[in-house]
């Protein structure tokens, strides 16, 4: 996961408990994923829609390059 080690990730994983706490972690865990998962929500729904209108465009033209009549 983003070129990190398992050491890496642990040492991160101490130093966020130390600064925000255990109480805290939790919540900042959940809010993070729901902003990973927004993202993810947002970027498929662009990409949905660029494969749209590739689509379209493709439709209305012809194999040898001219708009269909």
Do not use: C, Y
């Not at 972690?25 to 829609?49: H, M, R, V, Y």
């Not at 465009?57 to 269909?68: A, F, L, R, Y």
Request: hydrophobic fraction near 40%; charge should be positive.
């Amino acid at each position: 996961m983003f070129g990190l080690g398992w050491q890496e990730l642990l040492i991160i994983l101490i130093i966020a408990l130390i600064i925000f706490g255990p109480r805290k972690l939790p919540e900042i865990g959940k809010s993070l994923g729901q902003a990973i998962n927004g993202f993810k929500e947002s970027t498929k729904k662009a990409s949905d829609e660029v494969k749209k209108e590739v689509a379209d465009i493709e439709k209305t033209v012809n194999s040898d390059g001219s708009p269909k009549a």
